[in-house]
């Protein structure tokens, strides 16, 4: 078996004997049984990304979640994917395109290795179908062949038994929505609510598919509205409302809270037999027509980021890089020749060297013109102190429940519990098998940094110390002075980001913005587009607008949160949304200008800040507006 992948593979089959699902069902269409089990025993065939992708997928895994680090073919694929999604994204915009976007998947197709690849090719084709106002039927079939591509057993009436990947889910969504277009709506109907039941089930309860759900559940309260049952498409609707802000999901909230409000209305209107002249009272005066119209100004002011998937959504992957340029920056910031990479001395040789590979094997998987074995990749990563896995969360384990554990730890640490905290993480410390991985130990004592900070557990020296030791798991220090623009990886963003917020009290402003400016450089020269790795860069452009602003370059400041609230629309985060249009409204009052637009700003912000529980940020945004409103 290829080497690095071994404890996703294991860790996807941990999840799923947690969930008590049969191996022939979640791998069906993928592989056989047998192959996984293979597989999960270090033998067997390869598996490329989409293929694994789908399986952890299907156990309810999140694999935005994931970081990746591929070889120069499965980059090349990644890439041409990414072309596609870009191409689709403006297609709308400039029918031109046409011809391109046809030749650019049809490339694709003929280098589809697996199943897998082959449907993310026919999803691709099913979104330009429906772009491009093709004949329902003929969308249809299309969208049915190609979700058979991996599920051949596929049956509409059975639709709730199956197991999904993102892309499934996306194929069968809109397979629903064309069999309502063709006037089939209790059929329609029927697959709205068994997906809508699945949806509630514990594996899919946190995952990135609920952007996706979100549009069945809007889809089937319009069609609830219509036939007059105002109760349940209330109710649907305000279940989408708390799911949607618990996973920081911002797109058709505001439409749900809109067809909430109108459902409510015409519940209480149909229930006690009010005069119709009573509905726009009752439907205007609720609180949920007042935070649609809030939110709106998001929707409209920013409508094409918004609307850029909504019609038919887009499978998207983050977190995505070439392995080899890795390897060369992570060897230039350790200050190694090739040489003495591909070469090093061995403690345990009494003479001579250790040999991985030759320079002129290191150079030209630097600069992807070949791919090495994962043996030699492997052991090049290791002596980089870079994960030597190919797939990988933010924490390295084959027990789901330690990667459980620490996100609970974590979700106390948001809510201010702090009590026991500490005594958990050396539980799971103790635990795992992995527990000397540099990047294992560095996520751990991120949390515990934070814990003890919070706490007042620690002196400004001893925070700075505690801060150094966590980045030099994985980074040198000299990474903080030197000229270096490397990719970042898991929790070295956040340690950072720490780091720069101890150093503004020490080394001013400048010296952070310089440190952020090189953070943002790293993700520019390692990632194919934006959409790679945009919640770093989102967040780090904040940061860094926040030390431009204070500096007294508001021009430049407003030019960059203004940036950045389009990310965070276009990418779907509402927490990020809130806080970004709440400095782009900051930097609009710095310049005088308390218009409308200022004021509907303002209203959105509060708004978010309630869906969210963003006490502070409310706060915030509630200043401002009475400085410049009342």
Same mark, same amino acid.
């Given at each position: 078996?290829?080497?690095?992948?071994?404890?996703?593979?294991?860790? #996807?089959?941990?999840?799923?004997?947690?969930?008590? #699902?049969?191996?022939? $069902?979640?791998?069906?269409?993928?592989?056989?049984?047998?192959?996984?089990s $293979?597989?999960?025993?270090?033998?067997?065939?390869?598996?490329?990304?989409?293929? &694994?992708?789908?399986?952890?997928?299907?156990?309810?895994?999140?694999?935005?979640?994931c970081?990746?680090l591929?070889?120069?073919?499965?980059?090349?694929?990644?890439?041409?994917?990414?072309?596609?999604?870009?191409?689709?994204?403006?297609?709308?915009?400039?029918?031109?395109?046409?011809?391109?976007?046809?030749?650019?998947?049809?490339?694709?197709?003929?280098?589809?290795?697996?199943?897998?690849?082959?449907?993310?090719?026919?999803?691709?084709?099913?979104?330009?179908?429906?772009?491009?106002?093709?004949?329902?039927?003929?969308q249809y079939?299309?969208?049915?062949?190609?979700?058979?591509?991996?599920?051949?057993?596929?049956?509409?009436?059975?639709?709730?038994?199956?197991?999904? !990947?993102?892309?499934?889910?996306?194929?069968?969504?809109?397979?629903?929505?064309?069999?309502?277009? =063709?006037?089939?709506?209790?059929?329609?109907?029927?697959?709205?609510?068994?997906?809508?039941?699945?949806?509630?089930?514990? #594996?899919?309860?946190?995952?990135?598919?609920?952007?996706?759900?979100?549009?069945?559940?809007?889809?089937?309260? /319009?069609?609830?509205m219509e036939?007059?049952?105002?109760?349940?498409?209330?109710?649907?609707?305000?279940?989408?409302?708390?799911?949607?802000?618990?996973?920081?999901?911002?797109?058709?909230?505001?439409e749900?809270?809109?067809?909430?409000?109108?459902?409510?209305?015409?519940?209480?209107?149909?229930?006690?037999?009010?005069?119709?002249?009573?509905?726009?009272?009752?439907?205007?005066?609720?609180t949920?027509?007042? /935070?649609?119209?809030a939110?709106?100004?998001?929707?409209?002011?920013?409508?094409?980021?918004?609307?850029?998937?909504?019609?038919?959504?887009?499978?998207?992957?983050?977190?995505?890089?070439?392995?080899?340029?890795?390897?060369?920056?992570?060897? $230039?910031?350790?200050?190694?020749?090739?040489?003495?990479?591909?070469?090093?001395?061995?403690?345990?040789?009494?003479?001579?060297?250790?040999?991985?590979?030759?320079e002129?094997?290191?150079?030209?998987l630097?600069?992807?013109?070949?791919v090495? !074995?994962?043996?030699?990749?492997?052991?090049?990563?290791?002596?980089?102190?870079?994960?030597?896995?190919?797939?990988?969360?933010?924490?390295?384990?084959?027990?789901?429940?330690?990667?459980?554990?620490?996100?609970?730890?974590?979700k106390?640490? @948001?809510?201010?519990?702090?009590?026991?905290?500490?005594?958990?993480?050396?539980?799971?410390?103790?635990?795992?098998?992995?527990?000397?991985?540099?990047?294992?130990?560095?996520?751990?004592?991120?949390?515990?940094?934070?814990?003890?900070?919070?706490?007042n557990?620690?002196?400004?020296?001893?925070?700075?110390?505690?801060l150094?030791?966590?980045?030099?798991?994985?980074?040198?220090?000299?990474?903080?002075?030197d000229?270096?623009? &490397?990719?970042?990886?898991?929790?070295?963003?956040?340690?950072?980001?720490?780091?720069?917020?101890?150093?503004?009290?020490?080394?001013?402003?400048? @010296?952070?913005?310089?440190? /952020?400016?090189? =953070?943002?450089?790293?993700?520019?020269?390692?990632? #194919?587009?934006?959409?790679?790795?945009?919640?770093?860069?989102?967040?780090t452009?904040r940061?860094?607008?926040?030390?431009?602003?204070?500096?007294?370059?508001?021009?430049?400041?407003?030019?960059?949160?203004?940036?950045?609230?389009?990310?965070?629309?276009?990418?779907?985060?509402?927490?990020?949304?809130?806080?970004c249009?709440?400095?782009?409204?900051?930097?609009?009052?710095?310049?005088?200008?308390?218009?409308?637009?200022l004021?509907?700003?303002?209203?959105?912000?509060?708004?978010?800040?309630?869906?969210?529980?963003?006490?502070?940020?409310?706060?915030?945004?509630?200043?401002?507006?009475?400085?410049?409103?009342?």
């Amino acid at each position: 078996m290829e080497m690095g992948t071994e404890h996703i593979i294991r860790l #996807i089959d941990g999840r799923r004997a947690a969930l008590r #699902i049969s191996k022939k $069902k979640m791998v069906n269409g993928i592989c056989t049984a047998d192959v996984f089990s $293979k597989i999960v025993n270090g033998h067997g065939r390869r598996l490329d990304k989409l293929e &694994i992708d789908a399986l952890m997928q299907r156990v309810g895994c999140n694999t935005k979640n994931c970081n990746y680090l591929l070889d120069i073919d499965e980059y090349e694929a990644f890439m041409q994917r990414e072309h596609i999604r870009n191409e689709i994204e403006t297609y709308h915009r400039d029918k031109q395109k046409q011809e391109r976007l046809i030749k650019m998947i049809g490339e694709y197709k003929n280098k589809c290795r697996s199943g897998v690849e082959r449907q993310a090719t026919s999803y691709f084709e099913v979104q330009f179908m429906c772009i491009s106002g093709c004949d329902e039927k003929i969308q249809y079939d299309k969208c049915l062949d190609a979700i058979k591509i991996t599920m051949p057993d596929f049956c509409i009436e059975n639709l709730e038994t199956y197991l999904y !990947s993102e892309i499934e889910i996306l194929l069968v969504t809109r397979l629903l929505n064309i069999i309502a277009d =063709m006037g089939e709506r209790d059929t329609a109907l029927g697959g709205y609510e068994k997906l809508l039941w699945l949806m509630r089930q514990d #594996i899919y309860s946190n995952n990135e598919s609920m952007r996706f759900f979100a549009k069945i559940i809007y889809d089937a309260s /319009l069609i609830y509205m219509e036939r007059r049952q105002y109760a349940t498409a209330s109710q649907l609707c305000r279940y989408a409302i708390e799911k949607l802000s618990e996973e920081n999901k911002f797109r058709y909230l505001s439409e749900m809270y809109e067809l909430k409000a109108r459902a409510d209305a015409w519940q209480m209107i149909s229930q006690k037999g009010y005069d119709m002249n009573v509905f726009e009272t009752l439907y205007k005066g609720c609180t949920e027509y007042k /935070l649609y119209k809030a939110l709106s100004y998001i929707v409209n002011e920013y409508s094409e980021e918004y609307y850029n998937d909504i019609k038919c959504p887009m499978y998207r992957e983050y977190k995505v890089v070439f392995i080899g340029e890795i390897i060369k920056q992570r060897r $230039k910031l350790l200050g190694m020749t090739q040489s003495k990479l591909a070469y090093y001395i061995n403690n345990e040789i009494k003479s001579g060297t250790d040999e991985i590979c030759s320079e002129k094997t290191l150079s030209r998987l630097e600069n992807g013109k070949t791919v090495t !074995s994962w043996k030699v990749t492997r052991r090049l990563l290791g002596r980089l102190k870079l994960p030597p896995e190919r797939y990988f969360f933010d924490y390295v384990s084959e027990d789901y429940g330690l990667i459980n554990e620490l996100k609970d730890i974590e979700k106390c640490m @948001a809510a201010e519990k702090y009590e026991g905290l500490l005594e958990r993480c050396e539980t799971v410390r103790r635990s795992n098998s992995w527990h000397n991985y540099p990047y294992n130990q560095q996520y751990i004592e991120k949390i515990e940094y934070k814990i003890k900070r919070k706490n007042n557990m620690l002196s400004e020296g001893e925070a700075g110390k505690m801060l150094l030791i966590a980045l030099e798991r994985t980074i040198q220090k000299s990474y903080l002075t030197d000229a270096s623009c &490397i990719y970042l990886f898991m929790n070295e963003e956040l340690i950072l980001e720490n780091i720069i917020q101890n150093m503004r009290i020490t080394e001013g402003r400048d @010296a952070c913005s310089t440190l /952020l400016k090189k =953070m943002i450089s790293g993700y520019d020269k390692s990632c #194919i587009d934006e959409n790679v790795c945009a919640p770093c860069m989102i967040n780090t452009k904040r940061k860094l607008e926040n030390y431009i602003e204070n500096t007294g370059e508001v021009e430049r400041a407003y030019g960059l949160s203004s940036e950045v609230l389009r990310d965070a629309v276009k990418h779907n985060f509402l927490g990020l949304i809130g806080q970004c249009l709440y400095d782009d409204a900051w930097n609009r009052a710095e310049f005088n200008i308390n218009d409308e637009k200022l004021r509907k700003m303002l209203d959105c912000v509060r708004a978010v800040a309630h869906i969210s529980g963003n006490v502070m940020l409310g706060k915030f945004a509630e200043d401002l507006y009475r400085k410049h409103f009342r």
